[in-house]
Each structure stands twice: as structure tokens, then as C-alpha cells.
């Protein structure tokens, strides 16, 4: 994928993870502790966190078409490389948000039907919260590096500390 409306993809999708990402693990801690957040929200997490899975290698294609197209750098392999670990944040984040999902849909199954994941068992309950803690504090810190590396090689050398002479909206003639 080369662009979207004259801009580069990557520069567009990228913000959808930025924002999505964090949003699921956000989610996924929230389901995994309160029951009535489960129940309203482990379904649409789970659908969110697979369509992150997802977006994630059309983001990092987007930015390997932009890489070709930039000069390089040695913060833009930085970059890259850890843009690359945005998949091994983003699937741990899918799988367990399908895991609570999955243990909330058992927890509502009819007396006597076979579950497979402990619905109700306190201890794996407390297993799955230390999971999504960890889970989901890796996923905001990999994400936060990877956005952070992506602005130093976006913005590093190309900007100016103090003000132009011209103010915004002010050109010559105006």
C-alpha cells in the first residue's frame, strides 16, 4: 500500500495503531478484572484486538513501500526494527482478549455444559488478570517506543527550536 489521498499510508494507518493498540490493552485489563466490564465489553475487545492483529502488517507494509522512499538513517532503522515487534505486542493482546471472551461466553453456558477454560475457577481468574497486566503493559510500552522512534526519525534535524519571522498564515505579500 503506497498512499491515501497523496499522503503515504503508513503515516495515516500508523495513528490507528497508535490509538487502538493501547485502547485494546486498556480493555483487556479492564475485562480481565471486573465481571460486569467482561460482560459488556470482552466481545468487542476480542473484535477489536484481532482487527489490530490485523491491521498491523498492512501499517508495517505501508512503511516498508515509505522506506524506500525516504532518506535513510540510522534512526529510521531504528525505526524499522522495532516496528517490527509491534505483531508480537499486538497477538499476545488478541489471544487473551479471545481468552476472556471465550471464558465470559462458558461463564453464561447452561448448567452442566462442558467449558474448557475455568469459567469459574477464582485461581485461573487471577492467572488471566496478571496476564492482561503484563500483556498490556508491554503493548503500550512497544507501542510508545516504536511511536517515539518513528517521531525522532520523522522530526530530528527538521525543525526549528525558536520561531520563524513569519507568523502562521503570514507569507511574503500578505
Known sequence: MGTINGLPAHILLVHAIVVLLPLAALLLVLTAISPSLRRRLAGP???LSVLVVALVPVTTSAGEWLEHRVT???LLRDHTELGDTAIWAAIPVALLALVIWWRQRE???A????????AGSAAITKIVIALAVIIAGF???DTYRIGDSGAKASWTGNFSSTPS???PGQRDGD
Open 111 to 118: 448448567a452442566g455444559q462442558r467449558t474448557y477454560l475455568a
Open 45 to 47: 475487545n476480542a473484535i
Open 107 to 109: 461463564a453464561g453456558a
Open 72 to 74: 535513510d538513517s540510522a
Open 139 to 141: 503493548a503500550v510500552y
Open 165 to 167: 519571522q513569519e507568523g
